[in-house]
């Protein structure tokens, strides 16, 4: 394990959100191209991880970081290893690309800075993800794909599409990330750590746990919503209305990979248990299928690939779960072949979309010859999604079948399954490459004609980098495969798959997939038929359930809201001060443990007798005060009397300043009631007032049993001692309050005179509100209470 140097590698990792800040500016000079230079920001991030591959490859892992948080050991700290150097370099590489095609295809958009600038957040976001080695930084970094999705996926905001789908995958999205902090925290709490980095090392001790499960269920909900998976699929391919290049990332190298990333990232901790490898299986193995059945079922390019996106997802989630030397083997492969076909379709799509104005497969036809470089991007991407060679989509699909084969029913159910879903994913890959341009020409909104560089650059270069990479397989390997496996088994791992399939069961299901694929594509119609007839009677769906659980989430809300939030100013603060007593008295009812009574000490001063005088008589002035400003200004007695008390034991400038506030207090509270037209007397019946009297003895008593437990308590002289000893030495005051409250709590001092500004602020409004007399009658005095407050009599009554 080495160290990187934190300084560059921390500057790297920021570009994303330099470039983000800079976008809007650069895109008022240069317009769309102003995508050629916001692309360098991801080539660079590229090429500084790129320098790692080699010491990656040779079995090192590289760190680094600096202490965020030193008291609570949390550090922003990064961990690059075959897992994470593999998703820097599909996030940057993929990035660059969807910035140029960014460009294209948004030309002239007057919005496009603003669309740059959520791009590179959102890139930035996923880059600190997947490097993230502190628990609270990936937690961070895990929401903030959640939020520049939204901002992404709602980037068309005056449709209500737009804004529906960015909500969904919010709550969706944003509920998941709820739940892995919860599983952070109780892996934190079982291990003691709070990097991924030495917690790697400590599977036995988390396995071996009673919280074992439910720090994994709690991290399954965080993954399993992030990537999409059965029953928490519906938001991805409702995320569609965002612009083609927000799809084409989101489901290549981003977000939805994200959760994937995490069940890799914890294999070696969570794995190898019987939960793990039942749970991973099943949920993964449903969405592979329920992701294809209804990729058949659409019309729309970007939704055909929407559903097979979840489809994949289960996938690899699937072979995740399995665990075994070949199935990660088979996941990393097929993640990275999925990468790059799936950017690439995207992109088609959304080329097709731009230049013949729509993606519906049923109203496209022979474009190959008005778009023929985007005919050869497509077909490169067909291919490998299709596992067909020589490209590596091929080298996954077999590496698969070889995995998951074997003679038990566990084993033949999922390859009956992984044969069906891989089947369908051919269908629908040569769907949209092959039905847009073949056959007669059909016409189009738009004269369809090839789109500019900026459009078609992306596709083709992935497919050549699908074909590439398989060429070349040994050295994929070596840079890209094997480092990966061994960071998700925790232990070293070899991939060889190469262009020559296994022999074997694995060929025979390559082959009986292959065949499947070609005869389901020759139906496609009546699959599509077949489907839409099907959920028709099916009806209710998870999407549906969506609406459905916001609906009642709103209603359940409201209903409370009239209970809690009646209206009523007097139901508040009985609530509050119940509260209150509540606070005071259970604990030490809970527990028995209630203070000594106070023995009266026998060498009471005059002076003293005088203070508790002034006490008792300004509590009796208060209790049989005729009128409310009467009171008001009683109760001011007390504060008096709290102030002479200050001054009788030696604190002069705690004295002066309670006689300043209860002064100003009386002076603004009798100033306040001047300006409303209250009742004379108190008109409250006899069991309001037993309530609010019972209410007021028990907060009363509550703070008189709370002080005296305190006071009877040992004293601490630890701060006293600690203000003595520094007060002159740190801060160079000789009276120590002074001291304590201008330095050693200059901001919290600074907090309430900022609160003491507003709220007088708030009092002058008041004081200063003229409002015009309303005639009433003069024997209704609810109007005149309504008429003082400034409401008329229909505002009091809708009032209480």
Request: proline share 4%; aromatic share 10%; with cysteine.
């Amino acid at each position: 394990m080495s160290a990187s140097a934190p300084g560059t590698t921390f500057i790297v990792l920021m570009l994303p959100f330099l470039a983000a800040v800079i976008a809007p500016w650069l895109t008022r000079r240069l317009g769309h191209n102003a995508a050629w230079l916001l692309a360098l920001a991801p080539v660079a991030i590229f090429l500084h991880f790129l320098g790692f591959s080699a010491e990656i490859a040779d079995g090192g892992v590289v760190t680094g970081g600096f202490q965020w948080v030193p008291s609570y050991n949390v550090s922003f700290s990064w961990l690059i290893d075959g897992l994470s150097l593999t998703f820097v370099l599909l996030i940057s590489g993929i990035g660059a690309l969807i910035m140029l095609y960014s460009g294209g295809y948004l030309k002239g958009h007057e919005q496009l800075g603003r669309f740059f600038s959520f791009m590179l957040l959102f890139m930035g976001a996923m880059l600190g993800v997947v490097i993230s080695d502190s628990f609270l930084m990936l937690f961070v970094y895990w929401e903030l794909t959640s939020i520049t999705s939204f901002l992404l996926i709602g980037f068309d905001h005056t449709r209500e599409a737009s804004r529906r789908a960015a909500f969904q995958a919010l709550v969706v999205t944003g509920g998941g990330g709820l739940a892995l902090l919860a599983g952070l925290l109780v892996i934190w709490n079982i291990t003691g750590v709070s990097q991924i980095s030495l917690l790697l090392i400590l599977g036995d001790e988390l396995r071996n746990s009673p919280f074992y499960l439910l720090a994994l269920l709690l991290v399954l909900g965080g993954a399993f919503s992030k990537s999409a998976q059965f029953p928490l699929h519906f938001w991805l391919p409702n995320a569609m209305e965002a612009p083609t290049p927000v799809s084409a990332y989101l489901h290549s190298a981003t977000m939805v990979k994200a959760g994937v990333y995490l069940l890799m990232r914890l294999n070696p901790v969570l794995g190898d248990t019987v939960w793990w490898e039942t749970i991973l299986p099943v949920f993964g193995g449903t969405t592979l299928i329920v992701g294809t059945l209804l990729a058949v079922r659409q019309t729309d390019l970007k939704l055909m690939l929407a559903y097979t996106t979840v489809s994949s997802l289960g996938l690899l989630v699937m072979l995740t779960g399995f665990g075994t030397e070949h199935a990660i083997a088979a996941a990393v492969l097929y993640l990275v072949a999925h990468s790059l076909f799936k950017g690439g379709l995207f992109m088609v799509a959304g080329l097709i979309d731009h230049e013949a104005g729509t993606r519906d497969v049923t109203r496209l036809g022979g474009l190959r010859k008005a778009m023929p470089i985007t005919f050869v991007a497509a077909m490169a991407a067909a291919i490998s999604m299709a596992g067909l060679p020589p490209f590596i989509g091929f080298l996954a699909k077999e590496e698969i079948y070889y995995a998951l084969w074997a003679t038990n029913p566990w084993s033949l159910a999922f390859v009956a399954v992984a044969v069906i879903g891989n089947g369908l994913m051919f269908v629908i890959g040569f769907a949209v490459a092959i039905k847009p341009f073949f056959g007669p020409v059909v016409k189009t909104p738009k004269a369809a004609h090839e789109g500019p560089a900026l459009l078609w650059l992306g596709p083709l270069t992935l497919g050549i980098a699908a074909l590439v990479s398989a060429l070349i397989s040994p050295v994929t390997h070596r840079f890209i495969s094997s480092p990966m496996a061994t960071a998700i088994a925790g232990e070293a791992e070899s991939v060889t798959i190469s262009l020559v399939p296994h022999m074997g069961p694995a060929l025979i299901l390559s082959l009986v997939t292959i065949a499947f694929g070609i005869i389901a594509y020759r139906m496609l119609d009546r699959l599509r038929a077949a489907m839409a007839s099907l959920l028709a009677a099916i009806g209710w769906g998870p999407d549906r359930g969506f609406d459905q659980f916001i609906t009642g989430a709103v209603r359940l809300s409201v209903w409370l809201t009239r209970i809690v939030q009646p209206g009523r100013l007097d139901i508040y603060m009985t609530v509050t001060f119940l509260m209150i007593a509540a606070a005071l008295i259970g604990p030490m009812a809970w527990y028995g443990e209630w203070p000594s009574m106070p023995v009266w000490p026998q060498d009471v001063q005059f002076h003293e007798w005088v203070a508790a005088a002034i006490v008792l008589i300004g509590l009796g002035a208060v209790i049989y005060a005729s009128d409310r400003l009467t009171a008001i200004v009683s109760l001011g007695i007390q504060g008096f009397a709290v102030a002479l008390l200050f001054m009788l034991f030696g604190a002069p400038d705690l004295s002066f300043t309670q006689f300043m506030v209860e002064t100003l207090a009386v002076v603004i509270l009798a100033l306040v009631m001047t300006r409303l037209k209250l009742h004379a007397s108190d008109h409250r019946p006899t069991l309001q007032k037993a309530v609010d009297m019972s209410v007021a003895i028990a907060c009363g008593g509550g703070f008189m049993l709370y002080l005296m437990a305190v006071t009877q308590q040992p004293f601490n002289t630890a701060l006293s001692d600690f203000f003595s000893a520094y007060s002159k030495v740190v801060a160079h005051g000789a009276n120590v309050v002074n001291v304590i409250i201008v330095d050693f709590r200059g901001t919290d001092t600074l907090g309430e005179i900022a609160v003491v500004m507003v709220t007088g602020l708030a009092i002058l409004s008041l004081i200063r509100i003229r409002t015009p007399r309303v005639a009433v009658a003069d024997n209704d005095p609810d109007q005149s209470a309504g008429q003082g407050t400034g409401q008329t009599a229909g505002q009091s009554r809708e009032a209480r």
